[in-house]
């Protein structure tokens, strides 16, 4: 009942990175980011990704939580 390591426990890291492995990748514990749900997922990866100020393209129909607060898709 307490709170998780933000990138999920060392050693659910360290089995995702040996079963990676039997697939034929080769990430270490490190590597391997454990999310918790969709929008966490995306939002690492994008602040992994991207720098503050960055322009991301999206169509009408994206994911509600890529867009900007106070900013709508025009038609």
């Known amino acids: ?9 060392q050693s659910d ?9 039997a697939t034929g990748l080769s990430p270490s ?5 454990i999310a918790n749900g969709a929008q966490h997922g995306l939002s690492v990866a994008v602040m992994g990704l ?7 393209a999206v169509d009408a129909l994206t994911y509600p939580g890529f867009q ?3 900013r709508s898709v025009p038609p």
Do not use: N
């Open 50 to 56: 991207l720098k503050p100020g960055d322009v991301v």
């Open 68 to 70: 900007s607060p106070g």
């Open 13 to 21: 890291r360290e089995t995702i990175a040996l079963w990676l492995h």
């Open 29 to 33: 514990a490190d590597d391997v980011l």
């Open 1 to 9: 009942m307490r709170y998780q390591p933000h990138a999920g426990r």
